[in-house]
C-alpha cells in the first residue's frame, strides 16, 4: 500500500526567502505526482504535475523535481512572499488510487 | 469553464437523517473520486469509478454509498449519518494525467 510522508509538517519563513518542501513515498511504481495548494477551509489547486518518465516541472517560481529511484520529491518555492501562505499538498496517483501526504503548512511572515 | 462542483457546500444535519451530496463534472472524464478530510488524518478516498456503472471501495467506504448512472455525476450518499462523519468531502475527476477537485463540502452531523 503506498504510503506518502511530508516534511516538515510545518514551516514558517520571512519574505523573499526560498524553500523546499519534502515529499517521499514508499512504492516508487507511480504514474505521477501531483503538487497541490490548499488555502484554510477551501479546496484543493494544482500546482504542478510531473509524469513518472519525468525529472521535474516548473511554472512560475515554483519548481517541483521527482526522483522515483529515492521515492522523493521536493517542491522549491523561489522568493517566498506571504500569498504563498498555504498548505501543500502532494500526492502519488499508483495502479488506481491517488494517495496524499498529510500537508505542509506554509507561513510566510513579511 | 472546466470544472468540478458540488452540492451543498455546508450541510448540518442531525444523526440518522439520510443524506446526498452531488457532484458533477462538465470535462467528459472517466474517473470520479470521493474523499474525506479530518485535521491529522488528511485526504483519504472514499470511493471511486473507473466509469458508468463501475465504482469500488476506496481506504474508508464504511457507511457510504455511491452511484454512476451517468459520466457526469457521482453522488455521495450517507443513508445513516453519524457524528464521525463530521468532516470536509471533496469530489474529484480526473483525465489521463490530472485530478480536478470540486471545492469541497463541509458536513457536520449532530
Known amino acids: 500500500k503506498q504510503e506518502v510522508t511530508q516534511i516538515p509538517a510545518a514551516l514558517s519563513v520571512p519574505e523573499g526567502e526560498n524553500l523546499v518542501l519534502n515529499c517521499s513515498f514508499t512504492d516508487s511504481a507511480i504514474y505521477n505526482l501531483q503538487w497541490f495548494r490548499q488555502d484554510p477551509g477551501k479546496g484543493l489547486t494544482s500546482l504542478l504535475l510531473i509524469q513518472s518518465s519525468q525529472r521535474e516541472q516548473t511554472s512560475g517560481r515554483l519548481n517541483a523535481s521527482l526522483d522515483k529511484s529515492s521515492g522523493r520529491s521536493t517542491l522549491y518555492i523561489a522568493a517566498s512572499q506571504p500569498g504563498d501562505s498555504a498548505t501543500y499538498l502532494c500526492?502519488?496517483?499508483?495502479?488506481?488510487?491517488?494517495?496524499f501526504g498529510e500537508g505542509t503548512q506554509l507561513t510566510v511572515n513579511p | 469553464e472546466a470544472q468540478v462542483t458540488q452540492n451543498p457546500r455546508y450541510l448540518i444535519t442531525v444523526t440518522g437523517k439520510k443524506l446526498t451530496v452531488t457532484c458533477s463534472q462538465n470535462?467528459?472524464?472517466?474517473?470520479m473520486s470521493w474523499y474525506r478530510q479530518d485535521p491529522g488524518l488528511g485526504l483519504r478516498q472514499i470511493y471511486y469509478?473507473?466509469?458508468?456503472?463501475?465504482?469500488d471501495k476506496g481506504d474508508v467506504p464504511e457507511g457510504y454509498k455511491v452511484s454512476r448512472k451517468e459520466k457526469r455525476n457521482f453522488p455521495l450518499i450517507l443513508e445513516s449519518p453519524s457524528p464521525n462523519q463530521t468532516s470536509l468531502y471533496f469530489c474529484a475527476s480526473r483525465d489521463y494525467n490530472e485530478q480536478f477537485f470540486g471545492p469541497g463540502t463541509r458536513l457536520t452531523v449532530l
Open positions: 500526492a502519488a496517483f499508483s495502479g488506481s488510487r491517488l494517495t
Open positions: 470535462m467528459n472524464h472517466e474517473y
Open positions: 469509478s473507473m466509469n458508468v456503472e463501475v465504482t
